[in-house]
């Protein structure tokens, strides 16, 4: 029985990560057109290629402009263009990323969210194993160190008492 088990648990464990996969691809095939080109963009911004075709760009606008590429004539003398050209691709770019970072606080939210919900039923199963376990060892008159401790183990914790007091402690509102 001991040789069924681990292969129940590694199968309960694949069972659970594929429907993670299969829940977040669900999701992000429901995302709209723009959300997936928001993504794009963030991803390609945050990127060393990013950074070198810039670099190049820049390299050779400020040598054309200077006048060190002698096949093309400067049209940015004062480099007036390319610093607007540059504000504005900020403002594009950290407009994205923004859109970027709220689409990733609201997975975390959901995240956090499936968390707490495991952790009250993890919660509820312990405390209806602990009244199992004081039951049993009353029925066979068995006493454990953790007799005294029993009758507030068995308690439900309710979540809205310990958020209120949670408040209370860091003097929220």
């Known amino acids: 029985m001991n040789d069924q088990h681990p292969a129940d648990m590694q199968s309960v464990l694949q069972q659970n990560i594929q429907a993670l996969v299969d829940h ?6 429901h995302q709209g057109v723009q959300v997936r080109i928001a993504g794009a963009v963030s991803r390609f911004a945050g990127s060393m290629p990013f950074v070198y075709l810039h670099l190049a760009i820049l390299v050779a606008w400020i040598l054309a402009n200077l006048g060190l ?10 480099f007036v ?31 956090a969210e499936l968390d707490l919900q495991i952790s009250l039923l993890n919660e ?12 049993l060892t009353a029925r ?3 006493s454990t160190p953790a007799d005294e401790e029993l009758p507030q183990l068995a308690e ?8 209120t007091e949670i408040q209370q402690a860091s003097g929220d509102q």
């Open 24 to 29: 977040r691809r669900q999701h992000e095939e």
């Open 69 to 78: 590429i002698p096949a093309v004539p400067a049209w940015d003398p004062t």
């Open 81 to 111: 263009i390319l610093a607007m050209v540059a504000s504005v691709e900020a403002i594009f770019l950290s407009t994205f990323v923004l859109i970027n970072q709220n689409r990733m606080a609201e997975h975390s939210e959901r995240r």
């Open 124 to 135: 509820h199963e312990t405390t209806r194993l602990i009244e199992m376990v004081a039951a």
């Open 140 to 142: 066979l008159n068995v």
């Open 156 to 163: 439900n914790v309710d979540p809205r008492q310990v958020m």
